[in-house]
């Protein structure tokens, strides 16, 4: 909803026009330039606390939206898709080459290659703007105010987090340029006050996002604190609809939909343990766009346009404790999570072992979910294909690079003036 914000616009006019409209004598030109439209809504007429639950079905559908953009670019950036799209756009992407002047990098959410930057920067602010109209409005105007200014923070909490695992630089609200760890700290603030005044899913969702944005930060001290305090069980989804493509399952819509992206070789029905792990499974469609290495295959994860979409959930908050406590606790953290699927048992009593079944047990466990790109940075994880293979030889060309973030778009440096990269 916020997007529809309107903004001044600028009339130049030039001398020979000012003549011309001197010598209209008698003329009344006093509404020449008054512009009516009845299909915009201006910030007046929406942003009242009426308009509260519009306000939060728009930042809602905002932040899925980016979310889902935030999923596949995660996916065809590292080894969980591959591309079979006829666009160039997205080679660069999927060959781990992207450019700061790729002309996706700002594309929105529902474009053949979304970016992250442009739809979870909207979420982020209109996150921010709705927390600051809240805050300035009263329990008597608005019901259940302070859970929604607790919700309001947590999107932003996820969209500035989204950002930080995707984008090499950032900046926000034409400031000025941002690292990663940067908009990790944004993140973290924004669940921090998240935290106050929502529901248990609400608190229970911010300590999901704050464990890990602290994690990343290397905070390993506060992460574990709040994955600890993460319950048994505790999940919250985003809930896509099959109504309107903006609000796609993103992941289906890529894969099984448009065909677009399929899994590939090298993470196709991955073993645990010797046997078929059913987190990794994957089908060939039979589909062959004559644009990828062969025929697309599918994931079993998310098989509609309205499967829910996890963004915090008890298993992430486990494997973070699993990550930083090491040892017989992490041992029990990967058995714990097999057991249902009936996955042999992992033993051992090797650190290096152990953190190693952690990081193939993120690998599983959060598959297409929007992590695995930045844990391959973060980790110093191998990059597969590997650096200097060639590119689907026969279909595209090039060869796979080595960059695992992508640079901040060039219309984000070229209009703030605050930016100096």
């Known amino acids: ?45 929406v942003e009242v606390p009426a308009q509260t639950s519009a306000l939060m079905n728009g930042l809602e ?9 935030f999923m596949v670019i995660q996916a065809i950036f590292s080894d969980e898709f591959e591309d079979h799209s006829a666009s160039g756009d997205v080679w660069t992407l999927d060959r781990r080459r992207p450019q700061n002047v790729d002309n996706w990098g700002d594309n929105d959410c529902t474009a053949l290659v979304p970016s992250v930057y442009l739809p979870a920067g909207r979420s982020r602010w209109v996150a921010d703007n709705l927390v600051t109209l809240l805050s300035g409005w009263t329990d008597a105007e608005v019901a259940s105010r302070t859970e929604r200014i607790a919700r309001a923070y947590l999107y932003g909490g996820f969209s500035a987090s989204m950002i930080g695992m995707t984008n090499c630089t950032a900046a926000l609200d034409v400031g000025p340029e941002l690292t990663q760890a940067d908009m990790f700290a944004a993140a973290e603030s924004r669940f921090t006050a998240a935290l106050t005044g929502g529901g248990s899913d ?38 896509p609809s099959s109504n309107t493509s903006r609000l796609y399952n993103r992941i289906w819509e890529k894969n099984l939909f448009a065909n677009s992206q399929g899994v590939p070789p090298w993470t196709r029905n991955l073993l645990t343990g010797g046997v078929p792990d059913p987190r990794m499974a994957s089908v060939d469609t039979g589909e062959n766009t004559g644009w990828g290495p062969g025929n697309v295959w599918s994931q079993v994860k998310f098989t509609a346009a309205n499967t829910p979409i996890p963004i915090a959930r008890y298993a992430e908050a486990q494997l973070i404790i699993a990550e930083i406590t090491g040892g017989a606790t992490a041992v029990a953290v990967i058995n714990a999570l097999r057991g ?18 952690v990081v193939a047990e993120r690998r599983r466990e959060l598959f297409l979910e ?22 689907q030889p026969g279909v595209k060309g090039g060869t796979y690079g080595d960059q ?18």
């Open 202 to 239: 609400i608190t229970n969702a911010a300590r999901v996002g704050r464990a890990r944005v602290r994690l990343y930060m290397g905070d390993t001290g506060g992460a574990l604190t709040d994955a600890q305090a993460v319950p048994a069980g505790f999940v919250m989804n985003l809930s």
């Open 404 to 421: 695992t973030c992508i640079p901040i778009p060039v219309i984000e440096t070229f209009n703030n003036p605050n930016f100096t990269g």
């Open 61 to 69: 559908a905002d932040f899925l939206c980016a979310h889902g953009a």
């Open 340 to 357: 249902p699927l009936g996955l042999p048992v992992f033993a051992s009593t090797v650190e290096a072992d152990i953190q190693a079944e």
């Open 1 to 45: 909803m916020m997007s529809f914000k309107t903004f001044p616009v600028i009339l130049r006019v030039s001398g020979s026009a000012v003549l011309l409209a001197v010598s209209i004598a008698g003329c009344d030109v006093s509404g020449l330039l008054d512009v009516s439209d009845p299909s915009r809504l201006l910030s007046e007429d």
């Open 370 to 391: 929007g992590f695995r790109m930045y844990d391959i940075r973060r980790l110093g994880l191998p990059l597969v294909p590997a650096v200097g293979t060639p590119y």
